[in-house]
């Protein structure tokens, strides 16, 4: 244990010195503010954008278009973001030849791959928190919250989505030992779950729900024991990943 949290030290201070802490609260909090000031002044623009003379009868905007705007920001952007700055958390360290002094002096392989998923976790759990914090906090500002079901669990939804292509992304890192092998099998994971979502038979199992769903859930449409399966499954195929990792790094020439 004390091997793993002297690793863990290592790599965080190593992350915080390469501004990776900086760049994710910087990256988050602005799609944090983003998210309610896009859904207050998206009805404005309309008006001054359309033609003289048109009239049109927008909605007031509400905490639901904020939290919408969430949804749409955070895993279009921010998680693409995310995944983009940890997609060498693994293949850097293979083509420098970095861990082979540590690894010679004892440290064992599947401290190196825990000691990377949890760095990259710690980081994605605080990335959504302070995104989630900053909106939740300008929206109720700006509006009532208390019509909005199940918050909490939409944003877990979101989380742990996440944490599925974190664990497939560490996969890939690792597999190929290059930074675009960890992000093509990220790619070409989503396309796949994208492909499954399209055609005519039930994908209630697809951990893709769990990127779209957050919007049923916030009005009540969807009910949380309606995506348990994809909900489970994905810590479950995340989990998989991750044994997958080891096993393979563990073998692996250096």
Wanted: with cysteine; charged share 10%.
């Amino acid at each position: 244990m004390n091997q793993w949290i002297g690793f863990f030290k290592k790599e965080w201070f190593e992350s915080v010195k390469t501004y990776k802490l900086l760049l994710v609260l910087c990256i988050f909090g602005f799609l944090g503010v983003l998210n309610p000031f896009t859904a207050k002044i998206t009805p404005v623009l309309m008006e001054n954008l359309m033609p003289e003379g048109t009239v049109i009868n927008l909605p007031d905007p509400s905490a639901l278009d904020s939290w919408l705007q969430f949804y749409k920001n955070v895993p279009q952007l921010g998680l693409v973001v995310f995944i983009l700055l940890f997609s060498t958390m693994m293949s850097k360290e293979l083509e420098k030849g970095t861990l082979i002094i540590l690894l010679t002096k004892g440290l064992r392989r599947s401290t190196v791959i825990t000691v990377k998923f949890c760095l990259a976790l710690c980081y994605w759990t605080l990335a959504l928190t302070a995104a989630f914090l900053i909106t939740y906090a300008y929206t109720a500002f700006y509006w009532d919250q208390s019509n909005l079901h199940h918050l909490l669990f939409a944003a877990s939804c979101l989380y742990v989505f996440g944490i599925l292509l974190l664990a497939v992304t560490l996969w890939g890192n690792t597999f190929f030992a290059s930074s675009y092998g960890g992000i093509l099998v990220t790619f070409i994971t989503i396309i796949a779950l994208f492909t499954a979502s399209i055609f005519p038979v039930d994908v209630s199992w697809n951990p893709l729900e769990l990127f779209t769903v957050p919007a049923k859930l916030l009005t009540g449409e969807t009910a949380p024991a309606d995506i348990w399966l994809p909900y489970i499954l994905s810590i479950g195929v995340a989990g998989c990943f991750l044994w997958l990792t080891v096993s393979h790094f563990k073998k692996k020439l250096l």
